[in-house]
């Protein structure tokens, strides 16, 4: 199926979901994230910020967590058409921009570019951990410019049962996928 196809379907899928469905599910994604990887204290973690009006995982329950253990977050922040790496605490003041997401206030970029995990927005990915987004490709251009060592982890309240047709090759793919039921390696061969 095509992306534009997928993203279609899937948009569609979200928004069928009730708010209780959504935050269940986030949690079962959040406690598969947490017994798969075990993150450490000091670990370096980039994590998107759930823009609540497309029903996106609620990743505030993993950044309450890494906060509350002493695991660094760094959350991503658009500023001048690209994707800089803001580090967040407990004190951090956020402020809605024109998407509806919930940014740091400081463009003070970490310019940080080796994280443990980079914790990903998507709305699919396949067995091949090919992903869907939104179509602005700011992702990938982020993963072009991190550390090769670093986790790429989608995370989804879907199973990958489609294709995607229209891989380009510039498309940079994730290395897991977490869903409410499993993880996901692409490492492995998994299709």
């Known amino acids: 199926m095509l992306k ?3 993203r279609k379907k899937y948009t569609l899928k979200r928004k ?3 708010s209780d469905e959504a935050f269940l599910l986030s949690e079962k994604i959040f406690e598969n994230f947490i017994s798969y990887f075990q993150p450490k204290e000091l670990e370096k973690v980039h994590i998107f910020i759930p823009i609540p009006v497309k029903k996106e995982i609620d990743t505030q329950i993993f950044i309450h967590y890494f906060l509350s253990h002493n695991i660094r ?3 991503p922040k658009i500023a001048e058409d690209k994707l800089i790496n803001i580090e967040i605490f407990e004190d951090t003041v956020f402020k809605v ?8 206030v400081s463009n003070n ?3 940080e570019d080796h994280f443990s995990y980079v914790i990903t927005p998507l709305l699919y990915c396949d067995g091949k951990g090919n992903r869907v987004g939104y179509g602005k490709g700011f992702y990938d251009g982020f993963f072009r410019n991190i550390s090769s060592e670093t986790k790429k982890i989608g995370v989804n309240y879907f ?4 294709i995607i047709d ?3 090759e510039n498309d940079i793919s994730l290395d897991y996928l977490v869903t409410p039921t499993e993880v996901l390696s692409f490492f492995s061969g998994w299709e």
Not at 97 to 104: A, C, F
Not at 159 to 162: L, T, V
């Open 4 to 6: 534009a196809e997928l």
């Open 16 to 18: 069928a979901l009730s």
């Open 109 to 111: 970029d970490s310019v």
């Open 166 to 168: 229209d891989v380009w």
């Open 159 to 162: 199973a990958p049962d489609e």
């Open 97 to 104: 921009n024109n998407w509806g997401i919930s940014e740091p």
């Open 73 to 75: 977050v760094f959350v």
